[in-house]
């Protein structure tokens, strides 16, 4: 009786060790794929985060409507991750292709912003509010919801492209990982990717309240000084924080970019590796993936541009 005991005892330690074996794998491949989907997750603060303060909303109301924009972007990464585990599986040759195509996304968002940062510095900047909120809304409840579907829309495309990028850096890591294994990965890396967006979006919305609670709660002697020059600070520092995220995630978008276009077109990381000084290898390698990333996303740009000109404008003689 014992000895069964004992020895179901040492089946128990067993599978838990192995169990913890497990976890650790999990735990390194989220680690990986994290990594990997980090350029678009540090773009996405801020552009959440300005989605609710382009437009005048209720201060009461913006915890709700990054709640219910957290929502959806939970279903798209449910979408997501079914997805590239299906490709993984079944289609796994178009894993890099459809990388490229993110790549080539990542390239347009990011010079885009380069392109609209250097206009603005000249003077020509356009505000061009495309979003139907601002004029087809009639009430305030309307006006939400329409900013709210919009703001899912555009994460189902940040949701896929997180996904697949930390697919792919788990393959690159442990090629031969048992998909249960990837699923949990996958699904733990949307999840915490996820609430930390959206807690850093929700974050950046309450500095201001912070600094009120701040200046209203300071009492007269030296603590509430430190508290009143505080609140100025976080009041200083608070635009300048939101620009800074914006600058890192469209460099950081660039760079990525280009990473994932060598992955389909290996010429480039050939032509970046051939060229490559040893004694600045890695800021160089930055540096030259950021201008393929810009490169293809100015021509990606232009294209669009042309296209939206030849619609507009038929040819002379056409019917």
């Known amino acids: ?23 650790d794998d999990v735990a390194t491949m989220a680690g990986v794929g994290a990594r990997g989907a980090s350029a678009v997750v540090i773009d996405d603060i801020p552009v959440n985060a300005q989605a609710v303060t382009e437009f005048e909303i209720d201060a009461k109301r913006e915890v709700p409507i990054v709640r219910a924009i957290e929502r959806g972007s939970l279903i798209n990464k449910s979408i997501a991750i079914p997805l590239a585990m299906v490709v993984n ?8 292709p459809i990388l490229a195509l993110g790549g080539a996304y990542l390239g ?9 940062a250097v206009l603005a510095k000249l003077g020509k900047h356009h505000e061009d509010k495309e979003n139907g909120a601002t004029t087809v809304a009639k009430t305030q409840e309307e006006f939400e919801t329409q900013l709210v579907k919009g703001a899912i829309r555009t994460d189902l495309v940040m949701s896929i492209e997180i996904i697949f990028i930390a697919l792919a850096s788990i393959n690159d890591l442990m ?7 990837m699923l949990i990965t996958l ?10 967006i959206y807690g850093l979006v929700l974050g950046l ?23 009143k020059r505080l609140a100025v600070w976080i009041i200083r520092l608070s635009p300048p924080l939101m620009k800074t995220m914006s600058v890192v995630g469209a460099a950081a978008m660039l760079f990525i970019s280009g990473e994932l276009l060598s992955k389909q077109f290996t010429f480039i990381s050939d032509s ?10 890695g800021p160089f390698h930055f540096l030259a993936y950021s201008v393929v990333g810009l490169t293809v996303g100015a021509v990606l740009i232009g294209t669009m541009k042309l296209a939206q000109r030849a619609m507009k404008d038929p040819m002379p003689g056409g019917g």
């Open 1 to 23: 009786m014992s000895a069964g005991f004992l020895a179901l005892l040492d089946d128990v330690a067993t599978i838990m060790s192995k169990a913890a074996a497990g976890l």
């Open 89 to 96: 599986s079944f289609a796994p040759f178009l894993l890099t």
């Open 108 to 116: 347009f968002e990011g010079a885009e912003k380069v392109i609209h």
């Open 175 to 181: 090629p031969d990982s048992h998909w249960g294994m």
């Open 187 to 196: 699904i733990i890396i949307g999840y915490l990717i996820t609430k930390i």
């Open 205 to 227: 919305l309450r500095l201001d309240d912070l600094a009120l609670h701040l200046t209203v709660t300071a009492k007269e002697n030296r603590a509430g000084a430190y508290k």
């Open 272 to 281: 970046v590796h051939h060229i490559t000084p040893e004694f600045i290898s």
